[in-house]
């Protein structure tokens, strides 16, 4: 064999050893870059299902219930302005049980922001359900007693924390369900 045959012999094997050498480390770095791509979405999708799923229950378990309760005891406060009528005073004060029970039990599902809005709220409806037992459930009620107010109290009611939690059961649901709600 000549000599140049030698030197290209040897420069093509070098050139195939180096060839298999870079194949060997692009190919086990493109595993690992795989494989981060793989772990930071597996743990991307995760999150996400969590807070997901955190949504769902919230508005299932908390928030919707919330919005048809101030709902249901909104309207019945403007029959019970209009006619002084002891079933309406009793559909408040179930609502506003409801809706202070709901505070309470499901507080996990609270989004941090309504923390300070939950509190408001219990404290109004403690007030409330206390002043409304005092006055109301008497063994024979006057129906000519004056609606339960404790806002003169120093606690009226919390129209802009009720609002917030409106407004959050609004957004979720636009997230989660899409459309309005």
């Not at 995760?46 to 919330?66: G, I």
């Not at 249901?72 to 049980?97: P, Q, S, V």
């Not at 606690?155 to 957004?171: C, G, K, T």
Request: glycine share 4%; charged share 25%; net charge neutral.
């Amino acid at each position: 064999m000549s000599t140049f045959s030698q030197a290209l012999l040897a420069a093509l094997v070098s050139d195939a050893v180096v060839a298999l050498l870079l194949g060997l480390l692009l190919k086990r770095y493109s595993e690992q870059v795989s494989n981060d791509v793989r772990t930071q979405y597996e743990q991307l999708s995760t999150a996400f299902r969590a807070r997901y799923s955190w949504k769902e229950k919230a508005l299932a378990e908390l928030l919707a219930p919330l919005h048809m309760q101030f709902n249901r005891t909104e309207r019945a406060f403007r029959r019970y302005a209009a006619g002084n009528l002891y079933l309406e005073a009793r559909i408040l004060k179930e609502g506003n049980e409801a809706i202070r029970n709901l505070l309470i039990e499901k507080g996990y599902l609270i989004p941090l922001e309504l923390l300070p809005d939950a509190d408001a709220l219990i404290e109004h409806y403690d007030i409330w359900l206390e002043e409304f037992a005092r006055i109301r459930d008497a063994t024979q009620p006057d129906l000519r007693t004056p609606f339960v107010f404790v806002g003169p109290q120093g606690y009226p009611f919390p129209r802009p924390s009720a609002d917030r939690f409106q407004e959050i059961y609004r957004r979720l649901w636009r997230e989660v369900y899409g459309g309005g709600a």
